[in-house]
């Protein structure tokens, strides 16, 4: 009954929290001149930067759509013209056509009218484009921008699985080839988007490709099941180096949930188990300071210095995965160990991370916990992974 309790006073605060952060990005990061939406916005709202991130841009047009369509108190006309316009913008300015990646490359920044600034050599603009397109056509009912997410999600699967001279990125001699753990994440939470809800057809075509993003996950499990590393081999042996040693704390626990959202989609009790017990009892074992509290952010599996400067910094994001992926496995399991886990990465977050003056959360903290970076959106924060996960944890 204690726990309980504890749930629901917590579900009062991350009620009025979601609020708050909808708030924000609805007050400062529209552009009503040029469309789409402002990134770069300090403590107190105002834009220090006009350049516009591809992944943010598809990450708020889903996320505005995802509280239009499903939260009754959101279905709001300002909420889904915010949507509209953010679409609208992509679709007219993030393809860059040209080049290896033919018509269906994104750029990864704007500028504030729409001209491409840099590419990067990857699918993760893609992948947030097609999110984007295929939760606004859900709201708008528009059949071509469906479509459209459709064919792109079909160039991506070619990118991963068949061809990646597409994405630019030369094939030297001494790089050696490598699944990091992002490609298939990515790609496994695109098919829970395209599949959501719709027929058996569409989830029959995409069942092949999310079974082989899960076992392409699941080799990142190595030093006899005692560590999650983000990089490994293609035929899932360690690599050599800093790189192969890398872990990511967050990024494993977000993992986490996107295994145990497959496996309850499968009825896969195996799938869960190992989902609990290597993505996120592990990561927050090794991952959790002892000494100050929170996760770091990148860790060397062998204990030496990591080379990334901010390995000890404290980042809002893997803070929200880990929120969402322990209270997932509650709900699954009813387990207490998982609740309390749940509990303590809640009392770190809520203490540390909003601004209770100025609204939203900060994303960068020391190791001992102050704020390191006083800004509310930058190149990588946006309107996704805070409200991402207040939402999940009141409508999921």
């Keep these: 009954m204690t726990s309980v309790i504890q749930l629901e006073e917590c579900r009062e605060r991350i009620r009025k929290e979601l609020d708050t952060v909808v708030d924000f990005w609805l007050r400062y990061s529209h552009d009503p001149d040029h469309g789409g939406f402002f990134n770069c916005i300090g403590r107190d709202g105002k834009v220090y930067d006009d350049l516009k991130y591809v992944w943010l841009q598809g990450r708020q047009v889903w996320m505005y759509c995802r509280l239009y369509r499903t939260v009754e108190r959101f279905h709001k006309p300002e909420i889904l013209e915010a949507a509209k316009a953010g679409g609208a913008f992509l679709r007219r300015f993030a393809r860059v056509s040209g080049g290896c990646g033919g018509d269906w490359k994104c750029a990864f920044c704007l500028t504030r009218d729409g001209k491409p600034v840099k590419i990067q050599r990857t699918i993760f603009s893609e992948c947030f484009y097609i999110l984007a397109m295929d939760e606004l056509s859900r709201v708008t009912g528009d059949t071509d921008m469906q479509l459209e997410a459709n064919q792109m999600m079909e160039q991506l699967i070619y990118w991963v699985q068949e061809d990646a001279s597409g994405l630019g990125r030369p094939q030297l001699a001494g790089d050696a080839p490598t699944n990091n753990m992002a490609v298939p994440m990515m790609l496994l939470c695109l098919v829970h988007q395209i599949t959501e809800g719709r027929g058996p057809d569409v989830v029959g075509k995409y069942r092949k490709l999310g079974c082989w993003c899960v076992q392409q996950i699941l080799q990142h499990i190595q030093r006899n099941g005692t560590a999650i590393l983000e990089n490994v081999s293609p035929e899932g042996g360690e690599l050599p180096g800093c790189k192969g040693r890398l872990q990511n704390p967050g990024h494993a626990l977000e993992a986490g949930w996107f295994l145990l959202q497959f496996s309850a989609e499968q009825s896969d009790q195996v799938l869960q188990r190992t989902a609990i017990n290597k993505y996120l009892k592990l990561p927050f074992q090794d991952g959790w300071d002892k000494k100050h509290g929170g996760l770091f952010y990148f860790l060397d599996v062998d204990k030496h210095c990591p080379t990334q400067l901010e390995w000890n910094m404290k980042l809002w994001w893997p803070h929200c995965e880990a929120l969402i992926a322990f209270l ?25 991370f909003p601004d209770c003056q100025g609204g939203e959360w900060f994303g960068y903290l020391t190791q001992e916990g102050k704020v390191a970076l006083d800004f509310k959106g930058g190149p990588f924060k946006g309107f996704f992974h805070v409200p991402r996960c207040l939402y999940m944890y009141l409508f999921s």
């Design 328 to 352: 997932m496995a509650y709900k699954q399991t009813k387990n207490p160990e998982l609740l309390q886990r749940f509990f303590q990465v809640y009392e770190y977050t809520f203490s540390h």
